[in-house]
C-alpha cells in the first residue's frame, strides 16, 4: 500500500460515501472527485479532464440528440396507440406487450425517453382496464433496463465500460456483442415477471378524480375583499391571505370579469377570490379582518374544470433544474405563467401545507392547476413530465423519414465497422441538423449535461484506479480471497458486488470503479477480460432492488404510489435470478 494508493481510495471512498448519501447530486460528486485527483496530484490536468474528450462521453451526448429527434419526429406514437388497444383487451397481453415494446424500443433509444413517452400511456390504459396503475409501472421501467443491455447503445453504462476498456487499451465493445446474453437476460425478466414479479406487485388503486387521488380533503369557498381588508393595494403573493393564511387563490373576479391570477397581482376592494384551504385555516379565514365569506364545499377536480382550467399531474424528471430547490426559489408560479402547485407527493407523503418551502427530488409528484395556455407551456418545460394527459405527439412526415433512415445508419455504420460508434453517432447528430430534423438549439437542450459531467469525472476514477496502482491492489486481495475457485467464481463475485452496489449508487459510477479493477484481475490470472468486463456492464445496468438504483425506477416510484419495499420485494428475487443466470451463461457467450 504505496501513498499514492491510499490517496487514491481515500478519495474513492469519500465519493462512494457522497453517491450513496445524495447529499451532492452524482454529477458534483463526480467532478469533485475529478478535481480532487488533480489537486492531491494523482492525476495531472491533462489525465483528469481526459473525461470530457473520451469517445464513451462524447458518444452519450450524441445519442441524447439522436434519441430527441427520433421522439420529436412523432415516429413513436403509433406505439402507444398499439399499446392502448392491446391493453383493453386483457392485462396479461398488456403486461407481456408493454415489456417487449419498452425493452425492444430501450435497445436503441434512450431508456429515460422510453419511459417518459410510455409512462401517461400505461397510466391511461390502466384506468381504462380497470388496473391499477402500480401493476403496469413497475414492468414498464424493469422492461426498459432489460432492453438496454441488449446493444452498445441501449444505456450509458455499456457505452461507459467499453470506454474505459479502450482506454486501457483493450479492444472497444461491438455493437451488439451484447446482444446474445442480453436477450436470456430479457426474456427471463419477462417470463419472472408474467409468472412471478406480477403476483409481487402491489394494488394501489388511483382515482380518475385527481383532487382525490392527492388526498385533497380542502375546501374551496368564495370571499370578499372588503375595503378595510390589509389585503386591499397589496400584490398577491405578499398579502396576509397567502403569507399568514398559506392559502391558494383559485381565481380572482372584479367587476364582473375573470383576472388571470399571478404573484405580482395588486389585489382590490370588493374583488371576488375563490380560494382553496383547510378546515383549520377555513377557521381562520373567518376571523381575518375585512373578509366577507360566501359558501364554502369540498374541493374537487371538477372545481378547475369549471374555470377553464385543468388538474394535471407531473413528476420531476432525474437530473430535472428543479431537484433540490423549492417552488419559493424557482418562483414556480411566475416561471410557468400562473399555474400553481396545489400538492405534492413525495415518496409516500402527500404534502398540503408551506409547499413553497419544500425541496423538490427526482420522482416527486405534483398537482398542478393550469388553464389551457399554461397547460401548453407545462407541456414544454423539460423538468417535468405531465403524466395525466395522453395527447399524442403528431407525426411529422417531413422528418419521420430522414430521422428512421439517420438512426438506423449510425447504428450500421458502426455495425459493419466503416467508423466507430463515437464517430458515427456524431454524423447523425451533424445529418440530422443539416436535414432539419433537429434545431441546434434543440441539440443543446437534448444533451443530459449532468449526465456528461458526471460520466467525464467519474472516468478520472478509472484512471486513477490503475495509474496509482489500486486497481491491481484491489484484484489481488480478490483473487486471494475467491482466485482458489477459478474465474468463474470470481466472474459471479464481480455481477454481484456490481448489481448489489448499483442499487444503492450511480450505475455509472459503480462500473466506473468496478471496470478497470475487473480488467487487472482478469489479467493477474491470465484469462480474457471480456468476461469480466460484460459481467459489470450487465450488472451495473439490471438494477430492480431500489427506486433510485436507476433513473426510470426513480421516475416511476410517485406514479404508480409505491414504497422502497415494492422494489425489494419485486426486485431481489429477480436480481438472485440474474446472478445464477449471469454465473452460467457469462462463461459461454464470452469464453475464459
Same mark, same amino acid.
Given at each position: 500500500m504505496t501513498l499514492e494508493i491510499a490517496i487514491a481510495l481515500g478519495i474513492i471512498a469519500l465519493a462512494v460515501i457522497l453517491f450513496v448519501s445524495e447529499r451532492l447530486s452524482i454529477d458534483t460528486v463526480a467532478i469533485l472527485t475529478m478535481v480532487l485527483f488533480m489537486v492531491t496530484g494523482i492525476l495531472t490536468p491533462a489525465e483528469g479532464f481526459a473525461g470530457f474528450s473520451n469517445s464513451a462521453t462524447l458518444t452519450v451526448a450524441a445519442m441524447f440528440a439522436i434519441s430527441s429527434a427520433i421522439f420529436k419526429s412523432g415516429v413513436l406514437s403509433s406505439v402507444g396507440i398499439a399499446l392502448t388497444r392491446i391493453g383493453r383487451k386483457n392485462y396479461l397481453l398488456c403486461l407481456l406487450s408493454l415489456m417487449l415494446i419498452s425493452g425492444g424500443l430501450s435497445a436503441f433509444i434512450n431508456d429515460t425517453a422510453v419511459v417518459a413517452l410510455l409512462m401517461p400511456v400505461v397510466i391511461q390504459v390502466s384506468q381504462d382496464i380497470k388496473v391499477s396503475p402500480s401493476k403496469l409501472l413497475i414492468p414498464l421501467s424493469f422492461g426498459a433496463l432489460m432492453g438496454g443491455i441488449c446493444t452498445l447503445i441501449g444505456t450509458s453504462t455499456n457505452i461507459l465500460v467499453s470506454g474505459i476498456a479502450e482506454a486501457q487499451g483493450e479492444e472497444s465493445l461491438e455493437m451488439f456483442e451484447f446482444t446474445p446474453a442480453g436477450i436470456w437476460f430479457l426474456l427471463t425478466g419477462i417470463l419472472y415477471m408474467f409468472f412471478i414479479g406480477r403476483h409481487l406487485l402491489p394494488n394501489r388503486g388511483v382515482s380518475e378524480d385527481l383532487s382525490e387521488s392527492f388526498d385533497m380533503g380542502d375546501y374551496i369557498t368564495e370571499i370578499i375583499l372588503l375595503p378595510d381588508s390589509p389585503s386591499v393595494d397589496v400584490p398577491l403573493h405578499k398579502s396576509g391571505l397567502v403569507q399568514n393564511l398559506d392559502v391558494e387563490v383559485m381565481q380572482v373576479t372584479r367587476n364582473n370579469e375573470r383576472i388571470q391570477v399571478f404573484p405580482s397581482l395588486i389585489l382590490h376592494a370588493n374583488d371576488i377570490l375563490k380560494v382553496r384551504c383547510?378546515?383549520?385555516?377555513?377557521?381562520? %379565514?373567518?376571523?381575518?379582518?375585512?373578509?366577507?365569506?360566501?359558501?364554502?364545499?369540498?374541493?374537487?377536480?371538477?372545481?378547475?374544470?369549471?374555470?377553464?382550467?385543468?388538474?394535471?399531474?407531473?413528476?420531476?424528471?432525474?437530473?430535472?433544474?428543479?431537484?433540490?430547490?423549492?417552488?419559493? #426559489?424557482?418562483?414556480?408560479?411566475?416561471?410557468?405563467?400562473?399555474?400553481?402547485?396545489?400538492?405534492?407527493?413525495?415518496?409516500?407523503?402527500?404534502?398540503?401545507? @408551506?409547499?413553497?418551502?419544500?425541496?423538490?427530488?427526482?420522482?416527486?409528484?405534483?398537482?398542478?392547476?393550469?388553464?389551457?395556455?399554461?397547460?401548453?407551456?407545462?407541456?414544454?418545460?423539460?423538468?417535468?413530465?405531465?403524466?395525466?394527459? #395522453?395527447?399524442?405527439?403528431? *407525426?411529422?412526415?417531413? @422528418?419521420?423519414?430522414?430521422?428512421?433512415?439517420?438512426?438506423?445508419?449510425?447504428?450500421?455504420?458502426?455495425?459493419?465497422?466503416?467508423?466507430?460508434?463515437?464517430?458515427?453517432?456524431?454524423?447523425?447528430?451533424?445529418?440530422?441538423?443539416?436535414?432539419?430534423?433537429?434545431?441546434?438549439?434543440?441539440?443543446?437542450?437534448?444533451?443530459? =449535461?449532468?449526465?456528461?459531467?458526471?460520466?467525464?469525472?467519474?472516468?478520472?476514477?478509472?484512471?486513477?484506479?490503475?495509474?496509482?496502482?489500486?486497481? @491491481?491492489?484491489?484484484?489481488?486481495? %480478490?483473487?486471494?480471497?475467491?482466485?482458489?475457485?477459478?474465474?468463474?467464481?470470481?466472474?459471479?463475485?464481480?455481477?454481484?458486488?456490481?448489481?448489489?452496489?448499483?442499487?444503492?449508487?450511480?450505475?455509472?459510477? #459503480?462500473?466506473?470503479? %468496478?471496470?478497470?479493477?475487473?480488467?487487472?484481475?482478469?489479467?493477474?490470472?491470465?484469462?480474457?477480460?471480456?468476461?469480466?468486463?460484460?459481467?459489470?456492464?450487465?450488472?451495473?445496468?439490471?438494477?430492480?432492488?431500489?427506486?433510485?438504483?436507476?433513473?426510470?425506477?426513480?421516475?416511476?416510484?410517485?406514479?404508480?404510489?409505491?414504497?422502497?419495499?415494492? *422494489?425489494?420485494?419485486?426486485? #431481489?428475487?429477480?436480481?438472485?435470478?440474474? =446472478?445464477?443466470?449471469?454465473?452460467?451463461?457469462?462463461?459461454?457467450?464470452?469464453?475464459?
Open positions: 383547510s378546515v383549520d385555516k377555513l377557521k381562520l %379565514l373567518k376571523e381575518e379582518k375585512g373578509i366577507l365569506l360566501k359558501s364554502e364545499r369540498k374541493f374537487r377536480d371538477r372545481d378547475y374544470r369549471m374555470n377553464d382550467s385543468k388538474l394535471y399531474e407531473a413528476i420531476v424528471t432525474p437530473n430535472s433544474y428543479l431537484e433540490g430547490k423549492s417552488l419559493k #426559489t424557482l418562483d414556480f408560479r411566475s416561471y410557468n405563467y400562473g399555474a400553481s402547485v396545489l400538492a405534492i407527493r413525495h415518496r409516500n407523503e402527500i404534502i398540503h401545507e @408551506k409547499l413553497a418551502h419544500v425541496k423538490l427530488s427526482a420522482g416527486d409528484v405534483l398537482l398542478i392547476a393550469a388553464d389551457k395556455f399554461q397547460g401548453e407551456k407545462l407541456k414544454q418545460n423539460d423538468d417535468i413530465l405531465i403524466i395525466s394527459q #395522453t395527447e399524442r405527439s403528431s *407525426y411529422n412526415y417531413g @422528418k419521420i423519414i430522414p430521422v428512421i433512415i439517420i438512426s438506423v445508419g449510425v447504428v450500421m455504420a458502426a455495425v459493419l465497422d466503416l467508423m466507430p460508434i463515437v464517430l458515427s453517432a456524431m454524423v447523425g447528430v451533424v445529418l440530422l441538423i443539416l436535414f432539419k430534423c433537429i434545431r441546434i438549439a434543440e441539440v443543446y437542450k437534448a444533451i443530459d =449535461w449532468k449526465v456528461i459531467f458526471m460520466l467525464a469525472g467519474v472516468l478520472s476514477m478509472g484512471a486513477a484506479l490503475e495509474k496509482t496502482g489500486a486497481a @491491481k491492489l484491489l484484484a489481488d486481495y %480478490l483473487i486471494y480471497g475467491v482466485g482458489e475457485y477459478g474465474p468463474h467464481a470470481l466472474l459471479s463475485v464481480f455481477f454481484f458486488i456490481t448489481f448489489m452496489s448499483t442499487n444503492f449508487m450511480s450505475n455509472n459510477a #459503480t462500473a466506473a470503479l %468496478l471496470a478497470p479493477i475487473a480488467i487487472v484481475t482478469a489479467k493477474e490470472l491470465g484469462v480474457s477480460v471480456k468476461p469480466f468486463l460484460m459481467a459489470v456492464a450487465y450488472a451495473a445496468s439490471l438494477s430492480f432492488m431500489t427506486p433510485m438504483g436507476y433513473q426510470t425506477n426513480t421516475m416511476i416510484y410517485g406514479p404508480g404510489n409505491y414504497r422502497f419495499s415494492d *422494489y425489494l420485494k419485486v426486485g #431481489t428475487p429477480l436480481n438472485i435470478i440474474y =446472478w445464477i443466470l449471469a454465473s452460467l451463461i457469462l462463461p459461454l457467450f464470452f469464453p475464459f
